[in-house]
């Protein structure tokens, strides 16, 4: 943990998303959390009220749209116009999950981008800059008109391997061609080789698996995916690993969304750890022994600290294990 920040024009604000991460943040930066309340009118709409003067103030706001998707959306759009109203100089937004981030091209007719139209939202509402962490995909940069810093979980994930000495004969499996440049990164980390699994997807949320491109027989696989939703791509992508002669298959991703069926399909996998950040805040039920969760709350730290300072943010991307800060 770090001492006391000695600069009190850097405030951090948490709403209801994710307040275990927020503390953590809050705590490697050396800051206390700023105090405001987040309570609803009996109709059910969101009412913000900061409890302390911001004005002339570097805010950064945490918040991840996991689910009430809608509900955190909304409360984070209000927290920044009311930050705006109350003289803020700069308003950060710090969003280690970003939902409504699937939807960022249009792949059939008539389809929205949501991911964009979140953004536009973001930006209306008076952000100045984002901080994210393993977008769903890269170019979503692109949609805001304003800075972004997107931070990388893979070097958290991989000092998880490398602590527990499981580079050895593995090799690291991305669950679909999508997910290739996630996957070589960290087979960086852990300087082994990657495969990559040719699947079909009839419709959303199912998952077919097809071919296995690369080398699996009596090697260690790590499966890396940006999120694992209803755990049907990776439980089904485990399951060809091991039917394909994988001795164990390990999976890792950044954020765990886990809905409908997730956990109950990873109970009966042959999964045998399944590696996460904390950046989507997980109920205890969801909280199995096969499941270990790393913490951000140090990287967003010194990523805010950095911002702050005006230094650059790409020491960040680097393992620890191996390279140091």
Not at 15 to 34: D, F, H, Q, R, T
Not at 186 to 192: Q, R
Not at 194 to 215: F, H, L, Q, T, W
Not at 247 to 265: D, F
Request: glycine share 6%.
């Amino acid at each position: 943990m770090s001492g006391q920040y000695n600069d009190p024009k850097l405030k951090i604000f948490a709403l209801n998303s994710n307040k275990p991460l927020a503390e953590k943040i809050a705590a490697s930066v050396g800051v206390e959390l700023g105090k405001t309340s987040v309570d609803r009118f009996s109709d059910g709409e969101i009412r913000i009220n900061i409890e302390e003067s911001i004005r002339g103030d570097e805010v950064f706001i945490v918040q991840s749209t996991s689910a009430p998707v809608n509900d955190n959306l909304m409360e984070l759009l209000i927290m920044i116009d009311a930050l705006r109203r109350a003289s803020a100089s700069v308003i950060n937004v710090v969003m280690p999950y970003y939902g409504y981030a699937r939807q960022d091209r249009k792949a059939r007719p008539r389809e929205p981008i949501t991911a964009k139209l979140v953004a536009d939202m973001i930006v209306k509402a008076g952000a100045d800059r984002v901080v994210a962490l393993d977008l769903h995909a890269a170019q979503i940069q692109g949609f805001f008109d304003i800075p972004v810093d997107h931070l990388m979980g893979a070097p958290l994930l991989a000092d998880y391997f490398l602590n527990s000495k499981l580079e050895k004969d593995a090799v690291v499996v991305s669950p679909d061609h999508g997910g290739v440049t996630r996957a070589r990164k960290l087979a960086e980390f852990l300087k082994a080789p990657i495969a990559i699994i040719d699947k079909r997807r009839p419709k959303a949320n199912v998952a077919e698996v097809m071919n296995i491109i690369g080398s699996v027989d009596g090697k260690r696989c790590i499966l890396i995916d940006d999120m694992i939703d209803t755990a049907g791509t990776i439980t089904l992508a485990a399951q060809a690993l091991k039917d394909a002669g994988a001795t164990e298959v390990y999976a890792c991703a950044t954020h765990p969304v886990l809905s409908g069926p997730a956990i109950e399909r990873i109970e009966n996998s042959p999964i045998k750890k399944l590696v996460v950040t904390d950046s989507i805040k997980l109920p205890e039920e969801k909280q199995i022994e096969k499941l270990l969760q790393v913490s951000v709350g140090p990287l967003i730290g010194d990523a805010i600290k950095r911002i702050h300072e005006n230094k650059s943010v790409s020491p960040l991307f680097k393992n620890r294990f191996h390279e140091g800060n």
